[in-house]
């Protein structure tokens, strides 16, 4: 079991736990806004599992019917979070209304936020894991779950304040109203979630940083070459895939043009853990004066 299925294991057992103590408070206090919060945390148990088998999926190795692999898997897995995201803000906005059309008073509401507390603290560390992990470890969907749980986590602290409030205040509506607005926010959440990843979906090129690197190491190692064009990007998980045209002097031997090609993707390899390359090699009438000029 490699780290990135342990980290989704963790989610999991995380995401049960966190969801058990949400659920507690709100059986202890009946509030509606800790109920919202309670919803969100069983997506969040929902969403880790189909991250973990999202990411054993994407980890197969290529096949023939898969000879670029599985690694939009994750994608699939995080545009699959923003949608259950988007229902759980549905559900909650129904209790909601029902909350502002019969407002109740909170029973033990001191013991239920502290709960809540608890639960939101291991959500909070628990999302630093996934954010610097999924990052690292180019995980889409560690990246999604993470994001997802950040919101969670601002939800609850908002939830805890309104809660609070309500209390303080004696007015049994902002609980309600409250949950309503957490709904809107987590469903913000679930749009940016899948928006995200529909750009991997859609074989969106690298971010601009890494785009430039590709094209310096490329115009770095390419000696021996006249140039480099028609350079495409595209990301799938960890996995990113460049393909271009490298231009040589039609004198060049196939040993050379093939040295030079070589060179260059044991480069852009070191630099990009995991790269699938490919490159079509043409003669100098070939080029087209532009894309990357080999220094």
């Given at each position: ?195 995200a990843s529909l ?57 050379e043009a093939h ?37």
């Amino acid at each position: 079991m490699n780290r990135t299925v342990k980290i989704a294991v963790g989610s999991i057992v995380v995401g049960i736990v966190v969801l058990g103590l949400k659920t507690l408070a709100w059986r202890v206090t009946g509030s509606v806004a800790l109920l919202s919060d309670a919803l969100e945390s069983t997506v969040n148990v929902a969403t880790a599992l189909a991250a973990l088998i999202a990411i054993r999926i994407a980890q197969r190795p290529a096949d023939q019917g898969h000879p670029y692999g599985h690694h939009k898997a994750e994608f699939l897995s995080a545009v699959l979070e923003g949608v259950m995201i988007i229902v759980a803000a549905l559900l909650i906005l129904e209790e909601a209304f029902r909350g502002i059309m019969e407002p109740q008073a909170l029973d033990a509401p001191v013991e239920g936020l502290l709960i809540n507390v608890a639960a939101s603290t291991i959500n909070a560390g628990w999302c630093w894991v996934l954010l610097n992990q999924g990052r690292r470890l180019k995980s889409p969907a560690l990246v999604a779950d993470g994001r997802h749980l950040l919101s969670d986590v601002v939800t609850s602290i908002g939830v805890i304040g309104g809660v609070l409030l309500a209390i303080v205040t004696g007015h049994a509506i902002l609980d309600p109203i409250l949950a309503a607005a957490v709904a809107v926010n987590i469903l913000w959440s679930g749009w940016k979630v899948m928006t995200a990843s529909l750009g991997g979906l859609m074989d969106q090129a690298v971010p601009d940083d890494t785009l430039h690197a590709i094209r310096s190491t490329i115009s770095d190692q390419a000696h021996g070459a006249i140039e480099a064009h028609d350079l495409r990007t595209r990301h799938a998980g960890s996995m990113t895939f460049i393909d271009f045209h490298l231009v040589v002097d039609g004198e060049t031997s196939v040993s050379e043009a093939h040295a030079i090609c070589d060179r260059i993707e044991a480069a852009l390899k070191r630099r990009l853990d995991d790269a699938q390359i490919t490159i079509h090699v043409e003669p100098e009438h070939k080029a087209k004066h532009s894309g990357v000029l080999v220094l």
